[in-house]
C-alpha cells in the first residue's frame, strides 16, 4: 500500500491504476479508523480495482467550539487497518495542500444541509460537501463509499452528485455496530465508562421505535414523543434533535407510510453522538 501525501502524488498513482484498466473505489474518512470503516475499504475492495482510502480532519466542517483540535489521530494504526482492509494508497494530505492561501471556494447543498445535525451544526454540510467535492475531482473515482451511520452526510452528497452532475456511483454501506448495538465512531473514544454504558440508549430507542411502529404506530408526532421520552430517561443524555422523517427530502412525517427515517442526536458530557435507521412501515392488511 502506498501513501500519498499530495494532490500531485494521489493523482500520479491513480492515473497509473487507471492507465492499466482498473477501475477506482474512494473511501473519504477522518481517521481513527475502526470496523465501520474497514467495512466500507472492504466494500470498494470488493466492487474496485483500485481502491484510495483518504484521511483528512478537514477543519471546514467543524464549528468554531467543536473537537477539531481533540479530534483523535493516529495515522501508524491506520495505515496498518487501511491495509488490512484492502486499501491501494492512503492519501493524507496536511491542511495546507487542501485548503491552500486564498482558497475560496465553498460547495453548499442548501435546504438539506441545514436540517436535523445542520440545525446544531451551521455550516458543516457546506464543509463536508465541499471536501468532498474537491476528493472526487481529485481522485475521479467510479464509486465513493459512505457508511448510512452518518445518513444525512449521504442525502447531502448525493444530491450534490446530481446538482453538479458528478460521474459517480454513490455506494452507502450499512451501519456497523458493537455488540451491544452502539454505532462504532471514532469519537466513542471520548467517552468515560459510565458514559459508554449510557450511550447504548441511542440504539435502543431506534428498536423501541421500530417495534412501535410493528405494533401499529402510524402517528409521526407520537413517535417522536415517545422516543425523546426514553432518551431523556438516560440522566447522562441529553438530547439534541429526534427526527421521524422522509429518507429522500429530511422533511418531517406525521403519517407514517413507506420507508421511514428515524434519526436521533444526542450529548454525552460533551460528546456528540448520533445514529439512525429506515424503518419499513407495514402496510396494513
Ligand atoms: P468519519 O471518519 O467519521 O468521517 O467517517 C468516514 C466514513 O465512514 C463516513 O462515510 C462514515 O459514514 C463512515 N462510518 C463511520 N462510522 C461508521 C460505522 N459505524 N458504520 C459504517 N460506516 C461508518
Sequence with gaps: MELAATVQGVRQLVGDARARGLSIGLVPTMGFLHEGHAELIRRARADCGFVVVTIFVNPLQFGPCEDLESYPRDLARDLQVAAVAGAD????????EMY????????????LG?????????GHFGGVATVVAKLFNIVLPDRAYFGQKDYQQTVV???????LAFDIEMVTVPTVRHEDGLAMSSRNAYLATAERRAVTVLHDSLEMARHR????????TALEAAI???MEGEPLARVDYVAVADPDTLAPVTRLEGTLLVALA??????RLIDNALIDVPARG
Design 114 to 122: 441545514t436540517v436535523l445535525c445542520g440545525a446544531s451544526r451551521p
Design 213 to 220: 411502529i410493528l405494533a401499529g404506530e402510524r402517528d409521526g
Design 89 to 96: 494508497v492512503v492519501f493524507h494530505p496536511a491542511v495546507e
Design 266 to 271: 444526542a450529548f454525552v458530557g460533551r460528546t
Design 157 to 163: 452528497l448525493r444530491r450534490m452528485v446530481r446538482d
Design 100 to 111: 491552500p492561501p486564498g482558497f475560496a471556494t465553498h460547495v453548499d447543498v442548501h435546504g
Design 228 to 230: 425523546r421520552e426514553r
